[in-house]
């Protein structure tokens, strides 16, 4: 039977505070991953300017590393996230928000469905844990026409 003492109950806020903490302070004291040198993202694609219908294909393109689902700690591999309409990158120093699309199993390509009118599309590659690489290996924007 647990009966409370001043010093379990001290040890139990203790490690209360401790972990409600670390739920928090994890992306602070997360450690980047260092980036492949010369390793480039890129959407192959669309392309470009390109005039879409409102579903369309997205392929992701990389070069000097290789892709590997999340949670997978190989050397020099990552997996992809879609930006889409993003004015700024998310933090880079933290796992990737929920706003951007995670393609944790290794995907290479994708379906998107978005409203008629002007939009963007950017990759940032992310390592085992979501977080983007030291430095961020982000690919250009590109802007399709949805129809």
């Keep these: 039977m647990f009966t409370r003492t001043p010093r379990r109950t001290t040890l139990i806020a203790g490690m209360a505070a401790a972990l409600s903490a670390g739920l928090y302070c994890t992306a ?3 450690e980047r991953t260092p980036a492949t040198p010369g390793a480039q993202v890129y959407i192959i694609t669309p392309k470009d300017g390109a005039t879409v219908p409102q579903t369309f294909k997205v392929q992701f393109g990389l070069v000097g590393m290789g892709v590997a689902p999340a949670g997978i700690d190989l050397p020099k591999t990552g997996h992809h996230h879609l930006l889409i309409d993003a ?10 928000p929920k706003s951007v699309i995670h393609f944790g199993g290794g995907q290479t390509e994708t379906q998107v469905t ?24 982000v690919s250009e924007k590109v802007t399709v026409t949805v129809q």
């Excluded at 004015?87 to 990737?96: F, G, I, N, T, V």
């Excluded at 009118?117 to 085992?128: M, R, V």
């Design 28 to 30: 602070a004291l997360a």
């Design 87 to 96: 004015a700024e990158l998310p933090p880079l120093d933290q796992p990737l």
């Design 114 to 137: 978005l409203p008629p009118g002007p939009h963007t599309l950017q990759l940032i590659l992310g390592d085992k844990s979501h977080i983007p690489f030291d430095p961020p290996i």
